[in-house]
């Protein structure tokens, strides 16, 4: 089964413990990105990668790393989390023929709280 | 910057009545536009999509057509059941800036029987 795929679900950490919020597809997508969903700011884009070790930033990257090393995997990386970075945090992933057509497939989410 | 204005909701509406939610556009280039859905506890999919001026894109019911002239995007069904309540989000990709997407902020529609 086509799916992108985001762990953990539910995550609960103190300010300043790094963490890594890990996402694997299984559909050979070139393009990954990260977006994070806050009421009433609808879904905002961290980072992309359109390919192995091409990553660039989206409109929020202020806070976080990732890194493609590998095509299937994307991880999102907060060194030293803060309050302001509770929320809930999707990956996706498509294809990319040069074009910006393609659907996005959406992981399931990760609901961050940072204390 | 680009950027997509989705109408406020929440909205809520009985079974079989008519839906628009509105979306509209700002992107310094051609995009391509979208509508998503998300359903509670789960993830965003795709509901349809259109890559040109006046293309209608078109899934499950659910219709948007592509009007450049007045930028906008609006999602449409002519009888919306209690399983179409969800959260929608309009988004653009432009092609002048490959690998960005742009979302709305989303609308949550609710649906009584």
């Known amino acids: 089964e086509a799916q992108v795929t985001q762990n953990p679900r539910y995550l609960i950490t103190v300010t300043g413990k790094k963490l890594t919020v890990t996402c694997s597809q299984n559909m050979n997508h070139e393009y990954m990105s990260w977006y994070r969903q806050d009421p009433g700011l609808g879904l905002r884009q961290i980072y992309y990668s359109m390919n192995v070790e091409v990553t660039d930033k989206g409109d929020v990257p202020e806070g976080y790393k990732v890194s493609r090393k590998e095509k299937r995997n994307f991880p999102l990386i907060l060194e030293s989390p803060s309050p302001n970075q509770t929320s809930l945090y999707f990956c996706?992933?498509?294809?990319?023929?040069?074009?910006?057509?393609?659907?996005?497939?959406f992981g399931s989410g990760t609901q961050l709280s940072v204390l | 910057g680009n950027s997509v204005t989705q109408m406020e909701g929440p909205v809520t509406l009985s079974e079989e009545a008519f839906l628009t939610i509105n979306c509209t556009y700002t992107?310094?280039?051609?995009?391509?536009l979208f509508w998503y859905v998300q359903y509670p506890g789960e993830g965003l999919q795709l509901l349809l999509k259109a890559t040109k001026a006046d293309d209608k894109g078109s899934n499950k019911g659910f219709e948007a057509t592509y009007r450049k002239e007045t930028t906008s995007f609006h999602l449409e069904k002519g009888s919306v059941q209690v399983s179409d309540s969800a959260v929608y989000f309009c988004?653009?990709?432009?092609?002048?800036?490959?690998?960005?997407?742009?979302f709305g902020d989303g609308t949550t529609l609710t649906v009584k029987p």
């Open positions: 996706a992933s498509s294809k990319w023929g040069g074009t910006t057509n393609e659907k996005l497939f």
């Open positions: 992107a310094t280039g051609y995009p391509s």
């Open positions: 988004a653009l990709s432009d092609r002048g800036n490959a690998g960005k997407s742009t």
